[in-house]
């Protein structure tokens, strides 16, 4: 299976804050990587596909870059809606795996 | 706008069939791929499978063999089914609908998600 790790597990920061989260594959996913983010009690909602397309309604204040393994989600001035757990995704090898998520919180 | 609602029972015994349904409104179900995923209590999210379009499935191996989903095209529903469950399985289990363009595929339309306890 490729392992997916994310980096940090969590992290404390305030709004108005830019904030960097980091994913690494375990091999080479080329661009099958996408991005979820989920609230406490709701379900995950696609954020980024293919690396760094934005879903349709996500704000511009995200943005991702990465290629092959290493991959990175930014938020470049964090809003009080954007407090919640942050998944990375890769779906070019069966079984699709995640990473552990990263927990945004607030200072 | 396309929506997913999964349905089943809340609780089941250790050793049972986990019976779950997904209904799909605003999609056929024969136009996309359709996944299941779970989420332990306090955990990560694990990927267990998914049909295609033509009602083909992949599954994770990690659940040996215990799971299986199947389409209901009649109803644009579809299933998953999950034997010998454990108190290890209790989870929310969510549905999504897995779009794709060359070069990725990813879970767009999720369902709100339905929380399994396995219990006696």
């Known amino acids: 299976d490729i392992q997916m790790t994310q980096s940090p597990s969590s992290l404390s920061a305030s709004v108005g804050d830019r904030v960097t989260i980091t994913c690494r594959a375990s091999q080479n996913i080329r661009d099958y990587l996408n991005w979820y983010q989920q609230k406490p009690g709701k379900a995950p909602k696609l954020l980024v596909y293919?690396?760094?397309t934005l879903q349709s309604g996500v704000p511009s204040r995200f943005s991702a870059t990465g290629s092959g393994t290493d991959f990175t989600l930014t938020i470049t001035s964090l809003q009080p809606e954007d407090f919640a757990t942050y998944y990375c995704?890769?779906?070019?090898?069966?079984?699709?795996?995640f990473g552990q998520g990263t927990k945004v919180d607030v200072k | 706008q396309v929506q997913l609602q999964e349905s089943g029972p809340g609780l089941v015994k250790p050793s049972e069939t986990l019976s779950l349904t997904c209904a799909v409104s605003g999609a056929s179900i024969s136009a996309y791929s359709w996944a299941w995923i779970r989420q332990p209590p306090g955990r990560g999210l694990e990927w267990m499978g998914y049909?295609?379009?033509?009602?083909?499935?992949t599954y994770n191996p990690s659940l040996e063999g215990r799971v299986s989903i199947s389409p209901y095209t009649s109803e644009n529903q579809f299933s998953l089914k999950l034997t010998s469950m454990t108190p290890a399985d209790t989870a929310v289990y969510y549905c999504?609908?897995?779009?794709?363009?060359?070069?990725?595929?990813?879970?767009?339309?999720w369902g709100k998600g339905t929380t399994v306890t396995v219990s006696s």
């Open positions: 293919a690396i760094s």
């Open positions: 049909i295609d379009f033509a009602g083909n499935p």
């Open positions: 995704h890769q779906s070019l090898h069966f079984p699709w795996t």
């Open positions: 999504a609908r897995v779009d794709s363009i060359p070069g990725d595929e990813f879970m767009d339309v």
